[in-house]
């Protein structure tokens, strides 16, 4: 199975980590017993809380922290980048020292619905919900429940990290 796995050796993987096939890791870290689906990159400096269920064709790129218990669904994409640019000024490509890392955090507990997109610069609070499809443009409360593009708050969760079932 390594054959489909491109994992580099600055890698930290926690006890009892499983990762599907075909997924790239370089230079992140993965907490204990937490599960990475097919078609998963996670980047340089990111990191990954234990026991978190990242599903497939997620993107994760640098700069973003996700802490313990975190779900994220399918086709999840983390931006760390606010002004994304192909070339300096003068035509030039740009280079890692053209431009600055944007962090991103999800705190513990929260669930990130399918095909979200999470832009830079947000913290997404304890417990929170993200719907399917959302654009999350700015920080989301801890329990709250939010959707939409841009993603609106819809309501909290009236007791905690179980509340919305």
Not at 47 to 73: A, L, M, P, Q, Y
Not at 119 to 125: E, K, Q, S, W
């Amino acid at each position: 199975m390594s054959e489909f796995l491109s994992i580099t050796p600055d890698v930290k993987l926690g006890e009892g980590v499983k990762l599907s096939r075909f997924i790239n890791l370089y230079g992140c870290e993965i907490g204990d017993h937490t599960k990475i689906g097919a078609f998963v990159e996670v980047q340089k400096n990111a990191r990954i809380g234990k026991n978190c269920k990242i599903s497939s064709h997620t993107f994760v790129c640098e700069g973003v922290t996700i802490e313990d218990n975190v779900f994220v669904g399918h086709g999840v994409m983390f931006i760390n980048d606010s002004y994304p640019r192909a070339t300096k000024a003068n035509g030039a490509l740009q280079t890692e020292q053209d431009w600055k890392v944007e962090p991103t955090v999800v705190r513990q507990g929260a669930s990130i619905g399918s095909g979200a997109t999470i832009l830079a610069n947000v913290t997404i609070g304890e417990h929170a919900l993200i719907g399917a499809g959302s654009v999350v443009t700015r920080d989301v409360p801890a329990h709250a429940i939010v959707a939409g593009c841009p993603a609106r708050l819809l309501r909290f969760a009236e007791n905690g990290a179980n509340a919305a079932r």
